[in-house]
């Protein structure tokens, strides 16, 4: 009962202030390198690869969240085998330097987020551990030769109101599951739902093989020397109802979140998306990830995933929100300083 009461309040609070201005600015899609702060070497750095895909980089510790190059085309996906195409992803892989990356997130283990993944962790990431559910490490199996890698979350996670056990890869990251959920694709369904309860011995060929599993969106907390949260960022890969994927109320009280990466896709399928979990982290900006049609050729232009009203999203999120917004297109570069040094993010414009 506190907890709805204190959503309907909060997001009562947020449209009732949307009536007196227009929120963020949105700056999308952008491309090449966007700098805000007076000192990005010091700062956080992320990538986006595309789809679920970033790499999140704070004085050399860096994190990726589990790209998808392949795309495979709609009517092969839904008739035909798939699989990853790994000249592809070393094709784009290749670009970064992610050798010493710590951690791969894994939200859910739908192909679209998990297919690229042990290419990605094999020739690109050797040292990464691959955080996800026991559905990802059950589909990775005994094939991918990377079942060892996977830190199961289950016992780990957090929600709204309980704070879940942080995750620490050396000094500089630690990260927190929080438990979540994959909601529908189109008219209340969910496609590909249901989890691996045994360690596969092939990869899947089929996308409905790639099962979603359990599913969880993340904080990331990167670290200064003196131990202090120099950046925490919340990432998403699917949308979920509230107050499913929300962050601990406890934890946002003492340090609200630099950078919430929000999902798009499908957002109408779930009530109060993007506006609940706006409320419930508070972020200072915002950048919108899976957004693009990932069954599109990752070498042609970036179009908004089907089934999905991108400009109704982005009026919502606007109405609720008056900090910086980003949809970024493939490849696409941010640096933000810490809040200490960092330019301010741009003025909400008044109807």
Request: hydrophobic letters at 40%.
């Amino acid at each position: 009962m506190r907890r709805s009461c204190l959503l309907v309040a909060s997001l009562t609070m947020l449209l009732v202030g949307a009536t007196l201005a227009c929120g963020g600015a949105l700056e999308g899609p952008v491309t090449g390198i966007v700098e805000r702060g007076p000192r990005p070497t010091e700062g956080l750095r992320m990538v986006y690869l595309g789809t679920g895909g970033w790499i999140m980089e704070y004085r050399g510790a860096q994190v990726i969240a589990g790209p998808l190059f392949s795309n495979p085309g709609l009517l092969r996906t839904g008739l035909a085998d798939i699989e990853s195409d790994t000249a592809l992803v070393d094709r784009y892989m290749s670009a970064y330097d992610v050798a010493e990356a710590k951690a791969i997130l894994v939200g859910h283990a739908h192909y679209d987020h998990l297919m690229d993944v042990p290419r990605v962790a094999a020739a690109h990431a050797p040292d990464a551990r691959i955080l996800g559910s026991r559905t990802v490490r059950n589909t990775l199996g005994t094939w991918s030769g990377l079942a060892g890698r996977v830190d199961l979350l289950e016992d780990a996670a957090g929600d709204e109101e309980t704070v879940g056990r942080w995750l620490s890869y050396g000094d500089r990251v630690r990260i927190m599951p929080l438990r979540s959920m994959h909601g529908p694709h189109f008219d209340g369904l969910t496609l590909y739902r249901g989890t691996v309860d045994t360690p596969l011995e092939e990869p899947p060929r089929r996308a409905s093989e790639w099962l979603d599993g359990a599913t969880y969106a993340f904080l990331v907390d990167f670290l200064s020397d003196d131990g202090d949260v120099a950046f925490r960022i919340y990432y998403q890969d699917a949308v979920a109802p509230p107050p499913l994927g929300f962050a601990p109320e406890e934890l946002v009280d003492e340090r609200p979140v630099d950078v919430a990466v929000l999902v798009p896709a499908t957002f109408e399928e779930v009530p109060w998306h993007p506006e609940a979990v706006v409320a419930n982290l508070r972020p200072r900006r915002v950048l919108l990830g899976h957004w693009e049609d990932f069954f599109r050729p990752v070498e042609r232009d970036a179009e908004p995933v089907p089934l999905t009203d991108l400009p109704e999203f982005e009026r919502r999120l606007g109405r609720v929100f008056d900090g910086e917004v980003f949809r970024p297109d493939r490849f696409a570069e941010f640096r933000f300083g810490r809040r200490s040094d960092d330019t301010p993010p741009q003025q909400p414009v008044s109807e």
